[in-house]
């Protein structure tokens, strides 16, 4: 979520910057539309609330704090990933278009961010591999003349 807001934030920076008038109501719709349908209810609660009430601010906070809600209601397996091929998954298509242009902060190669990085994974992956195997010790009694 924080991409997809910093995504849209940075949208209208630009817009703003050559010139073009961005109201909060323009913002808020961007920010909500193109959200997975679990953030249905959230929307609708956004519509009940007062013009005065529903500013940027609101918006972005409410948004952050239903995605920590959702995530910590739903095991690793619910969650989507951002490889979600789901046309109608804004939010995850802009996080692929962000990270075509980022440079990864482990390999800084460009297309993806460090939290998908493959060599971060292989980097990983051996790490386990030797702490498993740095745990596991190979006792033999024949070695073994009953003094340490």
């Not at 909060?24 to 953030?39: N, R, S, V, W």
Request: hydrophobic share 35%.
């Amino acid at each position: 979520m924080e991409d997809w807001i910093g995504h849209i934030q940075s949208m209208v920076l630009r817009m703003e910057y050559t010139g073009i008038v961005v109201t909060d109501q323009d913002k808020i719709l961007a920010f909500t539309m193109g959200l997975p349908t679990t953030y249905e209810a959230v929307i609708i609660n956004f519509d009940a609330t007062s013009p005065d009430d529903l500013t940027v601010q609101h918006v972005i906070s409410r948004l952050l704090n239903e995605e920590t809600r959702q995530l910590s209601n739903t095991t690793t397996s619910d969650i989507p990933s951002p490889n979600d091929n789901d046309p109608n998954n804004v939010a995850f298509a802009a996080r692929r278009v962000a990270a075509s242009s980022q440079s990864c902060y482990f390999c800084d190669k460009k297309g993806h961010f460090k939290s998908d990085c493959p060599e971060r994974l292989r980097w990983e992956q051996s790490k386990k591999k030797a702490t498993e195997t740095a745990a596991t010790v190979d006792y033999d009694s024949d070695d073994y003349d009953g003094v340490w």
